[in-house]
T-cell receptor
């Protein structure tokens, strides 16, 4: 069974530029999560989808971050415009009816 | 609100020995789950073990076991017979039974010495 796929793995941009990350969850997993992990910290939930609907986006900085999961499968997270403090690893995870979340390899973003 | 505390920023362990990683939590949810994840330098979060708040027995998965003490609100991870490949960051996390959105601790770095 294929795991959670994410791309790109690495991205370097300048501040005020925009960037997008892609995630394809494990097949059949209805729930998809995006986390932000700043260096030296644990991951922090940004948004949770159930199929193509948003369950929780209370921690998403909506003035610059957006996410969608239009067909209830893969998802895109966008940052526009990026700030220096957005430098982090962006992790995507998915889960089925089980409790356990399975994570992708992450996208390491560096904003200069 | 949920809070996870991992007080050990880093630990060294000799190969083949056991190591215990501490995790305490705070929640008002009556039903919840506790998770441990491993994050090697490659960055991927690898699921290790799960414990439900109403599970009667401590969870075990191969060389990993979870020492769950509900009254103390602790969920320590024990890694037995440490291997060099166990060197990584380890995160404790919890989620309520309603939605299992995870709250993570700050992590503990484990370095296994040959």
């Amino acid at each position: 069974e294929a795991g959670v796929a994410q791309s790109p793995r690495y991205k370097i941009i300048e501040k005020r530029q925009s960037v997008a990350f892609w995630c394809n969850p494990i097949s059949g997993h209805a729930t998809l999560y995006w986390y932000q992990q700043i260096l030296g910290q644990g991951p922090k939930l940004l948004i949770q989808f159930q199929n193509n609907g948003v369950v929780d986006d209370s921690q998403l900085p909506k003035d610059r971050f957006s996410a969608e999961r239009l067909k209830g499968v893969d998802s895109t997270l966008k940052i526009q415009p990026a700030k220096l403090e957005d430098s982090a690893v962006y992790l995507c995870a998915s889960s089925s009816t089980e409790k356990t979340q399975y994570f992708g390899p992450g996208t390491r973003l560096l904003v200069l | 609100a949920q809070k996870i505390t991992q007080t050990q920023p880093g630990m060294f362990v000799q190969e083949k020995e056991a190591v215990t990683l501490d995790c305490t939590y705070d929640t008002s949810d009556p039903s919840y789950g506790l998770f441990w994840y491993k994050q090697p330098s490659s960055g991927e979060m690898i699921f290790l073990i799960y414990q439900g708040s109403y599970d009667q027995q401590n969870a075990t998965e191969g060389r990993y076991s979870l020492n769950f003490q509900k009254a103390r609100k602790s969920a320590n991870l024990v890694i037995s017979a440490s291997q060099l490949g166990d060197s990584a960051m380890y995160f404790c996390a919890m989620g309520s039974s309603n939605d299992y959105k995870l709250s993570f601790g700050a992590g503990t770095t484990v370095t296994v010495r040959a």
